[in-house]
């Protein structure tokens, strides 16, 4: 049979479709293969859609948004409450998608939708949130009031590693806040976005609130061209999150950009190793270090540091079990897609060129009984360098380098001088040096002994340099400022009087 044929048994492919106003059909345009990466095989596929399609779908975002803006808050309010219940009830169903889509265990799948709803318990509050600024008698007789206004119609740019936490980062804010939203997922795991959004209907949304489109480059670049789109918030890679920013904003938007990471864990002389060994195992290697919050990089502070380090982290690294996604001893399962596992393969070759000593070789790894899935074994470098390209790009893959510092100082300056700053730790017994550390390093979220520093949903997540471009987080009061904007209202109620004689006049300039 030619390739590409169906056979006359064959089961026909489960298609994933935009939801979207109206007819959602894909028919007749490109699609894109969605792998099951434990098993690696193809088990769906998803509609590519194009401009034509997403201004079908901003015209009833166009329609339906005045009225939720004028919706009182606290309806609003009860809309995200009712949202979140049906996503808990429905919460193991929608880890297994997750997982098959993505690969990570089923653990991880539930705390990938977990911290999605801390953001939408966040919401929940948006009546209070939302409750401005008043100075009474800013003159005589003249107050003042600030208020924040929704921008209108916002749109979310998602990447394949958080399905449902970042979509939920981002609808769960601007639409509390009054905003209608179009919602472009990543096209490798679009199944759960799909369905928060049937859920978010179910829930009493209106409909054409939240809409999602798929797509690739082709859909982006109509959301950043579109006209009656306000406002793009996009996570992903720090290429494509520079060239969003930029064409975002040079059509007029607000953007904000959230790009790649490589986040150093620092351990001090002090440290207690045994539990920075037990916090490495999970934040280099959960998820197959498909995180951008992982810690790929650990940086011993002298000789004596690294060496005790490395003798328990081998053991250690060894005990990792790795399995497929609904396995539920496995620490981690495959990566995402095959030429994501040839990548970070690459990775590993390109790292033991420059001079890296592979500790532990991930490379190779096959998994009994699924020799087809997309699984890497955790790898250990050593005597990493900081003019090694392996060492400067993010792999985001199960591998863990070791950058040995000689001091302190040294220690604060290489997260510092890295060209991305999303998240660092440190691990130290001394809150002098822990305290000094925080203040200077130049990376927006900090862990103190906190392998995996994310924010929780009432602050705001944001890296520096490469890994955000805009100036506004995600989610917390951050969020709510990027999905707004403010109305300042200087007022004065004179007292008219009964014969006109104290009738107010408009003052005027000059
Ligand atoms: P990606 O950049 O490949 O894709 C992100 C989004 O951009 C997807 O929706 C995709 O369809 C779209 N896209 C892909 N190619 C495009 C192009 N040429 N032009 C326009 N749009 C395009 O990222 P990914 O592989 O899905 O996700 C992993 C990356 O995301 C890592 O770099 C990771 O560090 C980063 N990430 C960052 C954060 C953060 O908050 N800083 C959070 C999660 C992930």
Redesign the pocket.
């Known amino acids: 049979m030619a390739p590409g044929m169906r056979g006359p048994k064959e089961r026909k492919m489960r298609q994933v479709n935009h939801f979207i106003v109206g007819d959602p059909d894909g028919r007749g345009v490109r699609k894109h293969s969605i792998w099951n990466p434990s098993t690696g095989e193809v088990q769906a596929e998803v509609a590519l859609g194009d401009a034509a399609l997403l201004d079908r779908a901003v015209a009833a975002a166009k329609a339906v948004q005045p009225e939720w803006a004028m919706t009182n808050p606290q309806k609003r309010a009860r809309i995200m409450f009712a949202f979140k219940q049906l996503v808990e009830s429905n919460k193991d169903d929608l880890a297994h998608l997750l997982a098959s889509e993505h690969g990570k265990v089923i653990d991880d799948a539930h705390g990938d939708i977990q911290r999605g709803l801390e953001v939408i318990e966040y919401a929940c509050g948006i009546p209070q949130v939302l409750k401005g600024e008043y100075t009474l008698g800013a003159g005589p007789g003249i107050d003042v009031y600030s208020a924040r206004q929704p921008l209108g119609i916002g749109a979310g ?6 399905p449902a936490m ?1 979509p939920m980062w981002m609808f769960g804010m601007a639409i509390a806040a009054g905003n209608a939203f179009v919602l ?5 795991d679009p199944s759960v976005p799909v369905r928060l959004a049937e859920l978010f209907l179910e829930a009493g949304a209106p409909e054409g609130l939240l809409q999602v489109v798929h ?3 082709e ?3 109509a959301i950043l061209d579109h006209p009656d789109i306000a406002a793009v918030s ?8 520079h ?2 920013y930029k064409r975002g904003v040079a059509a007029g938007k607000r953007v904000q950009a ?4 490589k986040n150093h864990g620092i351990v001090m002389p002090d440290a207690d190793l045994d539990q920075v060994v037990g916090d490495l195992a999970g934040a280099a290697f959960g998820s197959a270090g ?4 992982a810690l790929p990089v650990v940086v011993p502070v002298g000789e004596d540091t690294a060496d005790r380090l490395r003798e328990k982290l081998i053991p250690a690294i060894n005990a990792l079990r790795i399995g497929v996604s609904t396995d539920k001893d496995a620490h981690y399962g495959p990566v ?1 897609t095959p030429e ?1 596992k040839a990548r970070v393969e690459v990775w590993i070759d390109t790292a033991e060129k420059e001079g890296a000593e592979v500790v532990i070789d991930g490379r190779g790894f096959s998994l009994q009984g699924h020799e087809k899935g997309f699984f890497i074994g955790p790898t250990l470098l050593d005597r990493v360098t900081p003019d090694m390209e392996s060492y400067k790009e ?1 792999i ?1 893959g199960p591998v863990l380098q070791i950058v040995r510092a000689k001091d302190f100082e040294e220690a604060v300056r290489l997260p510092s001088e890295h060209q991305y700053g ?1 998240g660092v730790a440190i691990f130290t017994r001394n809150g002098h040096a822990a305290r000094e550390f925080a203040s200077r390093v130049n990376v927006g979220m900090v862990g103190i002994n906190v392998p995996i520093p994310v924010p929780v949903a009432y602050h705001s ?3 520096w340099k490469r ?2 471009f805009g100036d506004t987080n ?1 989610y917390g009061t951050e969020g709510l400022k990027f999905w707004t904007k403010v109305k300042t209202v200087t007022q004065r109620w004179p007292d008219g009087g009964g014969d006109g004689s104290n009738a107010f006049v408009i003052p005027t300039m000059g």
């Not at 740019?157 to 958080?162: D, E, L, Q, R, V």
């Not at 992903?236 to 999150?241: L, M, R």
């Open positions: 740019i998602t990447p394949f590693n958080f970042i472009k997922p990543s096209e490798r797509g690739d480059k859909m982006v670049d996009f996570v992903g890679s720090s290429d494509i999150a060239y969003v959230m790009g790649g990471a498909e995180r951008c919050m995402v994501h993010e985001f999303n997540f944001g890296g890994s955000a995600q």
